[in-house]
């Protein structure tokens, strides 16, 4: 590239970086419909930035850096870092970022028969735009000091947001959310200590020059901040109590931000080419991941709750992800890679979509309790078929989402030909079947059901709403042929 393309994206990396931010402090001041159209106008610039970014980029790696602590004889401190797994991670959080900024404007309203919403515009938008702003720090971050003040402003920007309504009970998951991710919090903070010292650098090839038993202690402490993160046992209490949030949040905390952070990390450390993380690591993870599936998976066929039913679920795919990402590490073929990271992509547009239905359907009928609902089909038919193309795509039905990023893992488990691979497979497939199956009899139950005289008359939709659901559902079929072709440039790395 010449010195001017390079000028260019330095300077698109700059405004991306810095508009979610000046958004937030614009809308701050706001009220009602004019904090809508600002923070909506400032998503949308963020994603069309990061298309024309994707598209200058390409498939190369570009690292900017600049700055220095010479107190800790480190240079090149922050900057930017753009490669395809940061594309990747940049494309997924602005645009589900962008729809549930939209999607907000309707949501947080006074015709919300759940939760009626007539002031705090202004403050949900400073959250919710300066949590954009976060995570596109978090996909371009240059090393892992940077990641880690971008990771910390995600644990901040979600306290926020998830006590938003500040109920009792949402204050008690804010602050149950805060205390939990911080923990693994510590951990980040003890590994990036160990960079310090060993190997005076915080670049992501810097875990090359530790010896076999540091690098180990390293990746444990950064996985267990995942764990945290990403709501794995035993961090898994504070997304289903997350819940409390207004449903946009819920959506963007589990689709492309929060959740996803700390998978991103792992995917980072370990698409690192010859960082030579030792096998009997992906052999904790894979078997840690299997169990916290398990866990989920039995919360989950137990809920009442639509969004916690989906927060169980969640727990679920990003323990897949982890499982993707550990085969890899365990030796086996690249499509366990490239299927890890396709998840990432598959599941936030898939469980985005869920969570945006789920939100319709408290609005309208004020409830969230499966056991409350029947009958909605007729008086939501957009969003039962969305809601519909949403359970096949989390499920893993073809040719929708997650059927690709699952099959690819289970290839990628079977060519291990171990009992770990052969373990893997399996739960994979049984977990998919038993999930698939409860979430179109509660599909049913809701849409197909008898028609419940408590719910009174359902609010109508507006049309833009539909129309998003709609653009969402198809996307479960689009994204991922899009994604496929994307994390081809993965199998150069081993």
Not at 148 to 175: H, K, N, Q, V
Not at 243 to 250: D, F, G, L, Q, R
Request: positive net charge.
């Amino acid at each position: 590239m010449t010195n001017g393309e390079l000028v260019n994206i330095y300077l698109l990396l700059v405004f991306l970086l810095a508009l979610p931010f000046i958004g937030g402090l614009v809308t701050l001041g706001l009220k009602r419909r004019d904090a809508d159209v600002v923070a909506g106008l400032f998503s949308l610039v963020v994603f069309v930035l990061a298309i024309i970014l994707a598209l200058k980029a390409g498939t190369r790696e570009l690292t900017f850096a600049f700055g220095s602590l010479p107190w800790l004889g480190i240079q090149e401190i922050f900057g930017f870092r753009v490669d395809p797994l940061a594309v990747i991670m940049l494309l997924v959080t602005t645009f589900v970022g962008f729809f549930v900024v939209v999607y907000s404007s309707f949501y947080l309203s006074e015709g919300n028969r759940e939760h009626p919403t007539t002031n705090g515009k202004g403050r949900y938008y400073f959250w919710l735009l300066f949590f954009l702003g976060a995570m596109v720090g978090v996909s371009i971050s240059q090393n892992f000091f940077q990641f880690f003040i971008f990771f910390e402003l995600t644990t901040i920007c979600s306290f926020a947001l998830i006590d938003f309504y500040e109920t009792p009970r949402a204050l008690r998951a804010g602050f149950t959310a805060l205390i939990t991710t911080s923990l693994g919090s510590l951990c980040f903070l003890a590994g990036l200590a160990i960079l310090a010292v060993y190997a005076r650098s915080f670049d992501f090839e810097a875990v090359r020059d530790l010896s076999p038993s540091i690098k180990t202690a390293f990746f444990i402490l950064l996985w267990i901040s995942a764990l945290a993160k990403g709501a794995q046992v035993p961090f898994q209490i504070w997304l289903p109590q997350a819940m409390e949030a207004p449903t946009p949040i819920s959506a963007y905390l589990h689709a492309a931000s929060m959740v996803k952070v700390g998978v991103f990390l792992i995917a980072r450390m370990v698409t690192t080419p010859y960082a030579s993380y030792p096998e009997s690591l992906g052999v904790l993870v894979s078997l840690w991941a299997l169990f916290s599936m398990l866990f989920a998976l039995l919360a989950f066929l137990g809920a009442d709750d639509i969004k916690k039913l989906l927060a169980y679920s969640t727990i679920i795919h990003i323990g897949y992800i982890l499982l993707g990402l550990s085969l890899w590490l365990m030796g086996a073929d690249i499509k366990a890679l490239q299927g890890g990271i396709l998840h990432i992509i598959n599941h936030s547009v898939s469980k985005g979509l869920l969570f945006l239905c789920a939100g319709v359907i408290s609005y309208a009928t004020g409830t969230r309790k499966i056991s409350e609902l029947g009958g909605l089909g007729t008086k939501l038919p957009v969003n039962a078929i969305a809601f519909t193309v949403g359970v096949f795509a989390v499920g893993g039905f073809p040719p929708f989402a997650c059927f690709f990023s699952k099959f690819y893992m289970v290839l990628g488990a079977i060519s291990l030909h171990n009992w770990i691979g052969i373990l893997s497979a399996v739960f994979m497939v049984l977990e998919s079947t038993i999930s698939l199956t409860w979430y179109t009899m509660i599909t049913h139950r809701i849409f197909m059901g008898e028609e419940r005289a408590n719910l009174g008359n359902i609010k109508p939709i507006p049309l833009y709403i539909n129309i998003i659901l709609v653009f969402l559902a198809l996307a479960t079929i689009v994204v991922p042929q899009l994604g496929l072709e994307f994390v081809k440039v993965f199998e150069v790395i081993r």
